[in-house]
């Protein structure tokens, strides 16, 4: 398992399961100049070692398998090979995996849901999820993370010819926890995925989306959500890689931001290559910020090697609260307060009625809620 060169892309231009074949970060590179490495607490150079723990809570559909497997099992590794020195950290480190399994044809009659608690931010803890999804299955997985936590890890996605895969990630950590993760979705012929990346907890959160295809048809919708407080940084890097024809993608991340040193950062990343002729995709960003002493990083990037595609293209806004806007409702006598709130809700729930799972939507509403009081409190 030696170094692959992906020769396309400038933000993913390694791949290797070997800690070695990486440099250490230093923040000059594209790929870490947005992230603060002397917050990542080690994670990135080696010096991290694994004495934490996550503790896992899985509750599985009636008709998915969730196994707890150690690092010789035949299924992990195989649909993403480690990007950067981080995830390839994980990949070493870790000891047990959990593997989720759907078989063949079987239509989840519920959600499983993975609940990922920590218990002590200051030791250092790796995983590793594979979620495979056998050809024309279909369910719904959470990966629910909280609690105090330095995390790193990969989460694969296999999603079989002609199967339905909807994943929602929820980063809701105590304060002060380090979160870096990879979530990659390898899709099969006519297979469709959709995740959604909600984050809110934590003092520095990281996650790496991509998808890649393995055959035409292939459908891929990628929404977040993410609202930083003083002093967070919460960073989105995500690449769709269209390497076979007539596949179809989306993106579309928002979020909100108030108080001194909130710093958010997008990254889009599409690559279509010669050989995906057809390919439809869209990638946008929008930021809202609140207050003043915040930061907003959105690089969406398009990297097309050909000319036959469906469409491409993509979207980047940030800024403040609309003082028109703000005084139209305010000449109704709606209150300042409850104005910005009703524009923050709209900005942000329009992503939020997307997630299909009632429970985990209702609790994003309510923690967009408590972030809205925090400010109104000051």
Request: net charge negative.
């Amino acid at each position: 398992m030696g170094l692959d060169t992906i020769p396309l892309s400038t933000l993913h231009e390694k791949a290797s399961y070997e800690v070695g074949d990486f440099d250490v970060p230093t923040g000059r590179e594209e790929e870490w100049r947005f992230t603060p490495l002397r917050r990542l607490r080690g994670l990135h150079n080696g010096t991290a070692e694994a004495h934490g723990k996550i503790v896992l809570e899985a509750e599985a559909a009636p008709e998915v398998t969730v196994e707890t497997v150690g690092r010789e099992d035949a299924r992990l590794g195989r649909a993403y090979v480690p990007a950067d020195r981080v995830s390839a950290q994980a990949w070493t480190s870790f000891t047990q995996a959990t593997v989720v399994t759907v078989p063949k044809e079987a239509v989840a009659s519920a959600p499983t849901v993975l609940r990922l608690r920590g218990e002590d931010a200051s030791s250092a803890a790796y995983g590793h999820t594979t979620v495979i999804l056998e050809p024309f299955a279909e369910a719904t997985v959470v990966l629910a993370h909280r609690g105090p936590a330095t995390y790193a890890d990969n989460v694969e996605f296999v999603v079989g010819d002609g199967a339905r895969l909807s994943v929602i990630s929820l980063q809701d950590w105590s304060d002060g926890s380090v979160h870096v993760s990879h979530q990659h979705a390898r899709l099969g012929r006519d297979a469709r995925f959709v995740s959604h990346n909600v984050t809110l907890g934590g003092d520095l959160v990281r996650i790496s989306p991509s998808v890649s295809y393995d055959g035409p048809g292939g459908d891929a919708e990628l929404y977040g959500v993410y609202f930083a407080d003083g002093g967070q940084h919460l960073e989105h890097r995500l690449l769709v890689d269209h390497a076979v024809p007539n596949c179809r993608s989306r993106v579309d991340y928002r979020g909100a931001l108030q108080d001194q040193d909130a710093h958010a950062v997008w990254i889009g990343d599409v690559i279509i290559r010669a050989e995906a002729e057809g390919t439809d995709t869209y990638e946008l960003n929008r930021n809202l910020v609140l207050t003043d002493g915040t930061r907003v990083d959105s690089v969406p990037n398009l990297e097309i090697l050909t000319g036959e595609v469906a469409g491409a293209g993509h979207a980047s806004a940030s800024g403040r609260l609309d003082d028109e806007h703000l005084f139209y409702l305010q000449a109704r006598g709606i209150t300042f307060d409850e104005a910005r709130r009703m524009v923050v809700r709209g900005f942000l729930g329009q992503l939020v009625e997307r997630i299909e799972v009632a429970e985990v939507r209702e609790k994003v509403r309510e923690a967009i809620e408590a972030e809205l009081d925090r400010e109104t409190a000051r």
